[in-house]
């Protein structure tokens, strides 16, 4: 393989600080005015570690006594480019610093790296790096650009949002995730409330039981079924596709009545990791028959599924008297547009 499609990247640390290369100088760099680690591509027969030790020492003046091999992640740029890069992080070195000919070093907080200019696929992998002690593959792909159009960790598809402004546009953003619940970014989803109406009049709503190994709110009663729109999808087609993966429901577009859009914010912690959830809702209603004992639920999504008296759950989601991450305002849009709540004043 030709040594000009591999490279090392090295992220130092000291005291809760990475150190930060601007890259400000190259004129026709590919990271021109981004902020990323120190490093660079291997000379002939250069291992990864020589190559990071003379890198390293080449850009800062500091010769590393102690560093480890976290990943290798491959790079594909969309513009004929495809790269194989060694990423390290240290924790110890000796020298006095120098200048760097290729941009400005600086000691960057960690927790302000992420509100530089930096790919959204150095994101991704900084998240690895802070949340995994494994050494990790990570391929991510762009457009030719700044855009990141899809992402794998260790092979498996890693999911991607689109980035919304807050009247719902998509800004041309994409971001992994991961990224955008621990940053809180707009992102949409598509929630399907399935419901049935009773011989004495009164509405029933089908809950789920989120399972025990969601990444955030297990075990709690939840929306029918629910999921995010991924990057270049729309709304309807995600509701259709969730109805069918989580409870088995073939669905079709004109089965589902939309109610509204509803923005929901949340923070919380699961698992030791911050969770700031940040959606904006497409919310339908579904009202074909529907037999729990037909139902295929999707076990890593659902443990299982119950009717509900509407007005119960309502009451119960405002006394907090279940388990549950239903939004009481949108609960309440359900309720209107099922005509069992007349306004929202009502409600208060």
């Not at 009451?315 to 388990?323: A, H, L, Q, T």
Request: with cysteine; charged share 30%.
């Amino acid at each position: 393989m030709d040594s000009r499609n591999l490279s090392t990247l090295c992220y130092i640390e000291q005291d809760g600080r990475y150190l930060m290369l601007h890259r400000t100088v190259k004129k026709h760099d590919v990271n021109k005015d981004k902020w990323i680690g120190v490093g660079g591509h291997f000379e002939q027969d250069e291992s990864p570690e020589e190559c990071l030790l003379r890198e390293v020492w080449e850009e800062t003046g500091y010769t590393l006594t102690s560093w480890r091999y976290r990943a290798i992640v491959t790079f594909i740029s969309g513009g004929g480019v495809t790269e194989y890069m060694s990423l390290f992080t240290a924790d110890a070195f000796t020298g006095t610093p120098i200048a760097c000919d290729e941009g400005e070093l600086e000691w960057v907080e960690k927790e302000q790296v992420l509100n530089l200019n930096i790919w959204e696929g150095d994101k991704i992998f900084f998240r690895l790096l802070e949340e995994q002690e494994d050494f990790f593959s990570l391929k991510l792909v762009y457009d030719g650009g700044d855009k990141l159009v899809s992402a794998s960790l260790d092979g498996t598809p890693m999911e991607l949002f689109d980035v919304r402004t807050e009247d719902g546009a998509v800004t041309g953003v994409v971001r992994e995730r991961g990224v955008a619940h621990r940053d809180g970014s707009l992102h949409g989803t598509a929630h399907i409330w399935v419901v049935r109406e009773r011989a004495d009049g009164h509405f029933e709503v089908l809950l789920q039981k989120r399972s025990a190994g969601k990444d955030s709110y297990p075990g709690c009663y939840d929306i029918s079924a629910a999921g995010h729109v991924m990057a270049g999808d729309d709304f309807s087609e995600t509701a259709v596709r969730e109805l069918f993966e989580e409870l088995g429901i073939v669905g079709e577009p004109e089965q589902l009545t939309f109610v509204g859009y509803h923005k929901g914010y949340c923070e919380s912690e699961f698992y030791g990791k911050p969770f700031r959830d940040a959606e904006l809702s497409a919310l339908y209603v579904y009202r074909e028959p529907v037999v729990l004992e037909e139902l295929r639920l999707q076990p890593e999504e659902v443990e299982s599924v119950v009717w509900m008296d509407y007005d119960e759950v309502l009451d119960r989601v405002r006394k907090g008297s279940m388990p549950t991450c239903i939004y009481e305002d949108e609960f309440v849009m359900l309720g209107i547009c099922l005509g069992v709540v007349e306004n929202e004043e009502e409600t208060l």
